[in-house]
């Protein structure tokens, strides 16, 4: 079975400030993750995935995440919050085999103070 | 990057008629395309999952006879909500998954707000 935890509904962050948004996932074997971002009354955006490899992961808008396999967790992260950064961030992982679809954390509210 | 359409954007209709909602893969094929409904501050449910020239696999919970799924082309899947009631309204989301040769990406349509009265 797979799952998807995000840990925090809500972030608050200093713009300026380093942001980070947590995941921690569950499956039977090796995954895939995903990390996607969602604005008002939008479809989801894709950021960044994690395929094998180099554990960190650079994706879109200066966004990265680093995966751990022994803490199973794939935390985004970013070094510098901007306000336009702000919305709901989702965590999803895929077997790397069998499953056919994505499974999606609960998402993270990312609020960056001006 | 690959982008994925849904029309339209926002629909309200009366109880009991039907609604399609249309989802296109704009610069790519997609073999597979997924239907996702999002409740308010939720996340994503998968309603089902769609494959080019056959059936729709549908989730546990979700009646086929009442969502139906076509996906008629490698560029184009479909959702009719048939006999709509108020508690079908939600946002519905479509996904395209793009194949790569190595861990295939899903990409999102911007989704469609549907209202029933």
């Known amino acids: 079975a797979q799952s998807v935890a995000q840990p925090e509904d809500q972030v608050n962050v200093a713009e300026g400030n380093p942001l980070t948004v947590k995941c921690t996932y569950s499956?039977?074997?090796?995954?895939?993750l995903f990390w996607y971002v969602q604005y008002p009354n939008r479809g989801l955006q894709f950021l960044l995935k994690?395929?094998?490899?180099?554990?960190l992961v650079k994706g879109s808008y200066g966004f990265e995440a680093e995966f751990n396999k022994s803490q199973t967790s794939f935390h985004l992260k970013k070094p510098s919050a901007l306000v336009s950064d702000s919305a709901l961030y989702f965590c999803?992982?895929?077997?790397?085999?069998?499953?056919?679809?994505?499974?999606f954390g609960t998402g993270t509210r990312l609020t960056v103070i001006p | 990057g690959a982008v994925v359409s849904q029309h339209p954007s926002r629909v309200i209709c009366k109880s009991g008629t039907s609604v399609k909602i249309e989802c296109r893969s704009l610069?790519?094929?997609?073999?597979?395309m997924f239907w996702y409904r999002q409740f308010p501050k939720q996340s994503l449910m998968l309603m089902a999952t769609?494959?080019?020239?056959?059936?729709?696999?549908?989730e546990q919970g979700v009646e086929k006879d009442k969502f139906l799924i076509n996906h008629a082309s490698l560029t184009l899947s479909t959702l009719t909500v048939t006999s709509a009631h108020p508690e079908d309204s939600s946002f519905y989301i479509c996904?395209?998954?793009?194949?790569?040769?190595?861990?295939?990406?899903?990409?999102f349509g911007p989704g469609t707000r549907l209202t029933v009265l």
């Open positions: 610069d790519f094929q997609a073999t597979t």
């Open positions: 999803a992982v895929r077997e790397q085999t069998g499953a056919n679809n994505l499974f």
């Open positions: 996904s395209a998954r793009f194949s790569t040769g190595g861990a295939d990406t899903q990409y």
């Open positions: 994690y395929i094998t490899g180099d554990n």
């Open positions: 769609s494959n080019e020239g056959s059936k729709a696999t549908y």
């Open positions: 499956v039977s074997g090796n995954p895939y």
